[in-house]
């Protein structure tokens, strides 16, 4: 069973930069396209960044030139560097695969932009 477990987050001022990472354990992520969800109060959850096998990056609008997702496969980690925070990216964030989530969701790591 692959447990995903998600870092990094915090309370950080606007403007300011966060790294979040997400380790898999029980399987390797390496043959899949995986991603940066969140999920915002009240709100859907949504993907916010994704990197294929071949290092293929997506971003959704509200967040590129800002955030950058990467991955280690021989670490079994994907990261998300968050720059020029904003309240708006406060959420709680989650990694899976995308766009179809195959594994069970993580606990997620929480972000909060503010002053």
């Known amino acids: 069973q692959v447990q995903l477990v998600e870092s990094g987050g915090g309370l950080v001022q606007p403007g300011g930069s966060r790294r979040l990472s997400c380790a898999a354990s029980?399987?390797?992520?390496?043959?899949?396209?995986m991603g940066w969800y969140r999920q915002a109060p009240g709100k859907q959850r949504e993907l916010v960044a994704s990197?294929?096998?071949?290092?293929?990056?997506n971003y959704v609008d509200s967040v590129k030139g800002r955030f950058t997702i990467s991955r280690d496969n021989a670490k079994n980690t994907v990261y998300l560097q968050m720059n020029s925070l904003s309240p708006e990216d406060t959420a709680v964030y989650y990694c899976?695969?995308?766009?179809?989530?195959?594994?069970?969701w993580g606990q997620g790591t929480q972000v909060t932009v503010s002053s």
């Open positions: 029980g399987s390797s992520f390496s043959p899949y396209r």
């Open positions: 990197i294929t096998t071949a290092n293929m990056r």
């Open positions: 899976n695969t995308a766009p179809t989530t195959y594994f069970p």
